[in-house]
């Protein structure tokens, strides 16, 4: 049986129970690497970006080096913009960072944040290329406490 949401929205991501910091990065680099493209090429490149970035091995992408940067920046297999790659290594040291500051576990950062509103904002402030609907579709897929889509909307997002 159907629950609401996917009566009401057919087309929502799929959600996951995150197992461990990578999954974070992984969902939260396909936010990233979508925004101004469409999701028809996000999700045809995908595999691509799962092997480029290792698998989004949070700790081995968050130790890629310029060489490493310039290999994938230069890859046909991803979308290859060399700022949002940049942006990932970045949001991979972030995730590590606060999951340090916040007792071992991302979602403590996550929850420590209070109400959405807030938590949209420290996320835009913490991580690059993530902006509403960004981070919006990264705490939905992650199965994070969100707002309905169209209540969201309505908020001026």
């Known amino acids: 049986m159907a629950t609401h ?3 009401q929205y057919p087309d ?8 461990s910091l990578n ?6 680099t396909k936010a990233v ?9 996000v999700n045809t490149k995908w595999p691509g970006f799962q092997a480029g970035f290792q698998g989004f091995d949070v700790a081995a992408v968050a130790a890629m080096d310029e060489s490493a940067i310039d290999t994938l920046a230069a890859d046909t297999a991803i979308i290859r913009n060399r700022r949002k790659i940049v942006a990932t290594v970045h949001n991979a ?7 340090e ?4 576990d991302i979602r403590n950062y996550l929850r420590s944040q209070g109400e959405f509103e807030s938590l949209i904002k420290d996320v835009r402030k913490q991580f690059k290329y993530m ?6 579709y990264w705490l939905y897929v992650l199965g994070e ?4 889509w169209d209540e969201f909307c309505s908020r001026g997002h």
């Open 5 to 7: 949401q996917e009566r």
């Open 12 to 19: 929502a991501p799929e959600q996951i129970v995150p197992t």
């Open 23 to 28: 999954d974070y990065l992984e969902v939260m």
């Open 33 to 41: 690497f979508q925004s101004g493209m469409s999701w028809k090429v």
């Open 93 to 99: 040291q972030r995730l590590i960072d606060l999951e």
């Open 101 to 104: 500051e916040h007792g071992g």
């Open 131 to 136: 902006g509403d609907v960004g981070t919006y």
């Open 145 to 148: 406490d969100v707002p309905g």
